[in-house]
Nanobody, 132 residues
Framework: QLQLVESGGGLVQPGGSLRLSCTVS????????IGWFRQAPGKNREGVSC??????????YYADSVRGRFTISRDNAKQTVYLEMNSLNSEDTAMYYC???????????????????????WGQGTQVTVSS
């Protein structure tokens, strides 16, 4: 069974950087898309960035609020997807989750940020707090 484990969160000062990791276990395939989502207290969950499965081209997407500051990447050998976050500000404070979409063989499907479908596996989250 596919499992996801996030790491790399913590407390950082405004303007600082963090790198989050999402490690996939229990499943080895080029057909997995990964999305990063975040949820701040009292706010709805927000899609931050995603990377399509290698079988669907591996395209990356970003929310407008993080484009130019965050970078998503994948290390297939380590079964890990990274979210490099720079120029952090207080509005980036949230619990960050990664989620996986296993794309059926032969299907072309780009990753999405607008909602939680079709992601069907979620990690437990890692807290990011931006504060001086």
């Amino acid at each position: 069974q596919l499992q996801l484990v996030e790491s790399g969160g913590g407390l950082v000062q405004p303007g600082g950087s963090l790198r989050l990791s999402c490690t996939v276990s229990g499943f080895t395939s080029n057909n997995v898309a990964i999305g990063w989502f975040r949820q701040a207290p009292g706010k709805n969950r927000e899609g931050v960035s995603c990377i399509s499965s290698a079988s669907s081209g591996g395209d990356t997407y970003y929310a407008d609020s993080v484009r130019g500051r965050f970078t998503i990447s994948r290390d297939n050998a380590k079964q890990t997807v990274y979210l490099e976050m720079n120029s952090l500000n207080s509005e980036d404070t949230a619990m960050y989750y990664c989620a996986a979409d296993v794309v059926p063989a032969g299907v072309f499907r780009l990753c999405v940020l607008q909602n939680s479908y079709p992601y069907d596996s979620w990690g437990q989250g890692t807290q990011v707090t931006v504060s001086s």
